[in-house]
């Protein structure tokens, strides 16, 4: 179980340098999941900006369900949801840019509480 979750840390690093050695303005921002979700708004007018890809980790092994979520001139697209057993981490990437504009929202949720969420943002 240790070598499993050692190669799932390596996954999510490795994807994480895959995605911040494409071209680019790239950051990233951390988020608790303490309240079982994450709410991310682009208040910016003039900025565009597309999560390329959500990190989990979590303190301890976790079990939920996870769910990642766009608004977008009020309606909301369900990107992805997946269901998970004794992890302490995972990894998202998105397989397509969706472009997040002014008063557009990412909403992440995740059954389990003890952990964060990392987004990895690319801008213009």
Do not use: K, M
């Not at 309240?35 to 900025?47: C, H, K, L, W």
């Not at 977008?72 to 995972?90: E, I, K, R």
């Not at 003890?114 to 943002?121: C, F, K, R």
């Amino acid at each position: 179980q240790r070598l499993i979750r050692a190669n799932l840390l390596a996954c999510c690093l490795a994807a994480a340098l895959a995605l911040v050695a494409r071209a680019g303005s790239r950051w990233a921002r951390t988020y608790s999941l303490a309240a079982g979700s994450a709410v991310v708004t682009n208040d910016q007018s003039n900025a565009v900006w597309t999560p390329s890809a959500v990190l989990f980790t979590y303190d301890s092994a976790a079990t939920g369900r996870v769910t990642i979520a766009r608004t977008s001139q009020g309606h909301t697209y369900q990107l992805t949801a997946w269901d998970f057993n004794g992890v302490t981490s995972a990894v998202w990437t998105a397989e397509t840019a969706f472009p997040l504009s002014a008063g557009d929202t990412l909403t992440i949720t995740s059954g389990a509480t003890n952990g964060v969420a990392q987004i990895i943002y690319e801008g213009e």
